[in-house]
């Protein structure tokens, strides 16, 4: 059951035509004129990316592209996980595992391959229930869970002692192995992470301008944005027909974030992250169904009693790479951890190794030179 197996990815030509059957006979919603994207995702928007993923986008130069990448599969604890593993040209070169959050995946690493990779052997994951890595074969599958599902299959791959690199909730994934194997993980690196305030008044004086603009975007997405973290946490299995049956509703519900989450001066998710590469992300969701189990992750998290208790400050150092969309405040961020670089990027917001590749790969590789 510890076996590593190799894998590439093979779409069938018929599970090909019947997405581009599906999408060219859509039913379309009918909408409120002049909301723009104020009640969700604009239907004539819709409508053209959907045509294009339908008659234009070519998922075979996708599938090769991805498939340049030496893949695998393994099972830990009855669940099937796939991941990427990179070496490097230099022996030398540091093991770093990278963990996504939702609605990514592994695809979104791409734009960074390249660039890291002179500097450390990729481990890149698909976190468990999406993607590969799914659908989820059992209940249980919380942050703690899967971190320690990671650390084995970095022991699997022989390495003794390695970096980490999270984005968004794969960033708490990050940190929690750091509390859990602090002698395996030479430094956690995270962007889009969120942190939260204690219910201790001091923790809001004296922040600055910065800071209260971003605890300001934090009340907002607590208040407005929210929405599909409560259907996630509580219905899970309900919203999971209809995304499972439908490639436009799955991805008018991913599209819905790429445009929330990436930097605000794109008008438009394409404008952040290239369109190509958005369209293999979510065609990786609806061909491996995983738009349920990747919801049932947010139940697992909302149903887990020790998400919100106190835990044990880690001692991994900890790099913080904040794009412009961020809302972590470096107080708040080093009562879980100890923070030994920050950078408030110029640009870029969750997705910012597929959004500003240079810029995210410079600031992992300054980060572990210094560990």
Same mark, same amino acid.
């Given at each position: ?5 190799? +894998?590439?990815?093979? #779409? ?23 909301? %723009? ?34 893949? @695998? ?32 995946? +592994? ?60 984005? %968004? ?15 395996? #993980?030479?430094? =956690? ?14 923790? @809001? ?43 436009? %509703? ?31 992300? =979510?065609?990786?969701?609806? +061909? ?43 107080? +708040? ?14 640009? %870029? ?14 600031? =992992? ?7």
């Amino acid at each position: 059951m510890t076996e590593i197996r190799p +894998f590439r990815i093979d #779409v069938s030509d018929t599970d090909l035509a019947d997405l581009r059957d599906r999408l060219n006979r859509a039913r379309w919603t009918p909408e409120i004129p002049g909301q %723009g994207w104020r009640r969700g995702v604009p239907v004539e928007y819709l409508r053209g990316l959907a045509a294009y993923w339908a008659n234009e986008f070519d998922w075979r130069a996708a599938e090769a592209k991805l498939n340049e990448l030496p893949q @695998f599969l393994t099972e830990v604890d009855g669940q099937t996980l796939h991941f990427a593993h990179v070496r490097s040209t230099n022996p030398d070169a540091t093991p770093l595992l990278i963990t996504h959050d939702w609605p990514a995946s +592994f695809v979104l690493y791409l734009p960074v391959v390249e660039a890291l990779r002179a500097d450390f052997h990729l481990v890149l994951m698909s976190n468990p229930g999406i993607g590969y890595s799914g659908p989820l074969t059992g209940p249980g599958w919380n942050t703690p869970k899967t971190a320690a599902a990671f650390h084995e299959i970095m022991a699997r791959l022989g390495y003794e002692r390695y970096g980490v690199q999270g984005t %968004g909730g794969g960033g708490a994934t990050a940190v929690e192995m750091g509390r859990q194997t602090p002698e395996k #993980v030479i430094g =956690v690196h995270v962007n889009g992470h969120i942190t939260f305030p204690s219910d201790d008044p001091g923790d @809001f004086a004296g922040l600055t301008d910065a800071e209260q603009d971003r605890l300001r975007r934090l009340q907002e997405f607590r208040d407005d944005k929210m929405g599909f973290n409560v259907i996630q946490s509580t219905r899970p299995q309900t919203l999971a027909f209809g995304l499972h049956d439908s490639p436009v %509703g799955q991805l008018a519900w991913i599209v819905e974030k790429f445009q929330e989450w990436t930097d605000p001066s794109a008008e438009l998710p394409e404008d952040a992250v290239d369109r190509d590469l958005l369209l293999t992300n =979510v065609s990786l969701y609806w +061909f491996t169904g995983t738009a349920g189990s990747s919801a049932n992750l947010y139940w697992e998290a909302a149903h887990d009693p020790t998400a919100w208790a106190p835990k044990p400050k880690s001692e991994v150092p900890l790099g913080v790479a904040l794009g412009v969309t961020d809302i972590t405040i470096r107080r +708040f961020a080093e009562r879980e951890a100890t923070v030994t670089h920050w950078t408030e990027l110029p640009a %870029g917001g969750n997705f910012l190794p597929a959004e500003q590749p240079e810029l995210f790969s410079d600031d =992992v590789r300054t980060f572990f030179r210094t560990q």
